[in-house]
């Protein structure tokens, strides 16, 4: 049977343009090769992110309209509690303006002493330096299968149950919290599995420590679990995201991804009292807790967004548009993680370009090509963001994988956008050879890959590349 097409139809339209080929290389030139100095009206196909990109819907747009803009008690916050209970099951939650602040808020309190330890499947990038910058330890535990790119496995997101027990057993009074991300963003964005969550916290309440989920993309994990994990396919997804959660002590929220929402997120916990700490600290860093550094009518579309990407027809476009995009990119032969994940196709970028080594950034090339090619945003997950230093002599050690991401906003693009990029990225592969390694001329020390400036590295001279 043919796939259905997207399950809506089109109200309101975004011009987007395609510079010419000199502009873009001037722009690439004047930014520092950094793909976060592009101007987003320079940019034809924007793939550097489905945070905080989704278009709205008639319902969302509709309930923006009915914001309650009072600074204490606006009718949207309590809709939006209702939602956070009905579709998480957590009654007590304090909203933030996105899910970092949900991060700090977390870490700056439970962080008491340096050296802590936060273990996760993988920590999204925010979130290690909202743990380093509290002086604690950020430790990924994803089972191994979730670091090789083109292995195989329905739930490459887990977490290793038996590296958490070993590192429970040594340090348990060490670690204030155990966070489990999903899906799971930094290691492409692959789900974890329902028996995975639930022995993750049995692991965490055997020795004491809470548990709580990155919840950013819920929805998308639940989809696969409905797909992939047995007996779990006759499932309505809702009541397998209701599960999920019903393990978890509290969560954190960016509702940027599966909110549908264009900002916004919250910070859930049934431990009242954490909360009632962190409400002070709500409070001099967001706002008052009924709004917390948004206007009401964001509350709503948080609400509504929250309520709306259940939608299972929403669901199967949405993972089977990213799932139809990376086939057609095997297809070509442009290697990518395997299998697809939720939201993204992260192509393998040291695979694709084995002649330039990790540390002259390889996936920072290609998305370099990318856009100079085709007005292409994607974004490096690779040595740029992950790099890191030898402590003791301070050489630069390269990030286990070079991938660069093509994030698919929620309902933004069509299948011939996608199939526009795959073309682009063809074209890429015929001239791979003539890619260049980059030379990072400025890096600041926390969150380096936003602000890095770069230039690129000149090809050898002919004598010196035959000798
Ligand atoms: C897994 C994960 N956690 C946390 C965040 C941080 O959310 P925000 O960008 O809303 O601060 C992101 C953002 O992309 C993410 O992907």
Redesign the pocket.
């Known amino acids: 049977m043919r796939s259905l097409p997207e399950p809506w139809r089109v109200k309101v339209v975004e011009k987007i343009q395609l510079l010419p080929r000199e502009e873009r290389v001037r722009l690439l030139i004047e930014g520092g090769f950094s793909l976060f100095k592009i101007p987003s009206e320079a940019v034809f196909i924007d793939l550097f992110?489905?945070?905080?990109t989704s278009a709205m819907s008639d319902w969302q747009w509709a309930g923006m309209m009915q914001g309650d803009e009072a600074y204490a008690g606006a009718r949207n916050f309590f809709n939006l509690k209702q939602s956070i209970e009905d579709v998480f099951g957590f009654h007590h939650f304090l909203p933030v303006?996105?899910?970092?602040?949900?991060?700090n808020l977390l870490f700056s309190t439970l962080l008491t002493r340096p050296g802590m330890i936060i273990p996760n499947n993988s920590?999204?990038?925010?979130?290690r330096a909202n743990i380093e910058m509290n002086h604690g330890v950020a430790l990924d535990l994803v089972i191994a299968e979730g670091k090789d790119p083109a292995k195989l496995h329905p739930f490459k997101g887990n977490m290793d149950l038996g590296r958490l027990r070993e590192l429970f057993l040594e340090r348990c009074e060490d670690i204030p919290v155990c966070m489990l991300?999903?899906?799971?963003?930094?290691g492409g964005g692959q789900p974890v599995s329902l028996a995975n969550v639930r022995a993750t916290s049995e692991l965490c309440r055997e020795f004491g420590i809470p548990f709580y989920i990155?919840a950013?993309?819920f929805a998308e994990n639940a989809w696969f679990i409905k797909q992939r994990e047995a007996g779990q396919e006759n499932r309505p997804v809702a009541e397998i995201v209701r599960e999920i959660f019903s393990y978890a002590d509290g969560c954190?929220m960016?509702?940027?991804?599966d909110g549908l929402a264009n900002?916004?997120?919250f910070l859930a916990s049934r431990d009242e009292g954490l909360l009632e700490v962190l409400t002070q600290r709500l409070i001099v860093i967001e706002g008052f807790p009924t709004y917390g550094g948004l206007a009401g009518r964001d509350l709503e579309a948080v609400a509504r967004g929250l309520r709306e990407v259940l939608d299972e027809n929403y669901l199967r476009y949405r993972v089977g548009q990213v799932e139809a995009f990376g086939r057609r990119l095997t297809e070509l032969g442009i290697p990518i993680m395997q299998p697809t994940g939720g939201h993204a196709v992260y192509i393998d970028a040291r695979k694709l370009l084995p002649h330039i080594p990790p540390l002259e950034f390889p996936a920072q090339a290609l998305s370099v090509a990318l856009y100079r090619e085709g007005g292409i945003r994607g974004v490096e997950i690779g040595s740029v963001m992950f790099g890191s230093e030898d402590p003791v002599t301070g050489a630069p050690i390269p990030a286990p994988m070079e991938l660069i991401r093509l994030a698919i906003p929620r309902r933004v693009f069509s299948n011939s956008h996608l199939e526009y990029v795959a073309e682009v990225l063809e074209q890429i592969r015929d001239q791979r050879e003539e890619l260049r390694g980059f030379r990072m001329t400025y890096a600041p020390k926390v969150l380096r890959h936003f602000t890095a400036r770069f230039e690129e590295i000149e090809a050898p001279v002919l004598e010196e590349a035959l000798a």
């Not at 303006?97 to 991060?103: F, K, N, P």
């Not at 920590?123 to 979130?127: E, I, R």
């Not at 960016?254 to 991804?257: E, G, I, M, T, V």
């Open positions: 992110t489905d945070s905080g303006h996105q899910g970092r602040v949900a991060e920590h999204f990038d925010t979130t991300t999903l899906t799971n963003n930094s990155d950013c993309r954190t960016s509702a940027k991804k900002i916004g997120g």
